[in-house]
Nanobody, 116 residues
């Protein structure tokens, strides 16, 4: 099994940065895809960004140019650097991981609130 441990959420002002981290400490093998999804109140969960073990990256259009996803394969850890945050970015952010077919492991979620 893969257990995902998230950290880094919190309250930030519009325009500010925030960095999320997610590790899979129980995994002894390389996880193909890791990434981030988010769910705002009253909205469906949506893709934020994913990265494969080979370095292929996919961003949602809404975050491209503002967010940067990165990964440390040796640590099975994924990061999300979020810059220029806006109130619509407010959501619960979920770490996700899985095989090439798609993500099938989920973290507990971490709240990101963008407000002045």
């Amino acid at each position: 099994q893969v257990q995902l441990v998230e950290s880094g959420g919190g309250l930030v002002q519009p325009g500010g940065p925030l960095r999320l981290s997610c590790a899979a400490p129980g995994s002894s093998f390389r996880i193909h895809v890791m990434g981030w999804y988010r769910q705002a109140p009253g909205k469906q969960r949506e893709l934020v960004a994913t990265i494969t073990s080979g370095g292929s990256i996919n961003y949602a259009d809404s975050v491209k140019g503002r967010f940067t996803i990165s990964r440390d394969n040796a640590k099975n850890t994924v990061y999300l650097q979020m810059n220029s945050l806006t109130p619509p970015d407010t959501a619960v952010y979920y770490c996700a991981a899985g095989p090439p077919s798609g993500v099938n492991y989920w973290g507990q979620g971490t709240q990101v609130t963008v407000s002045s």
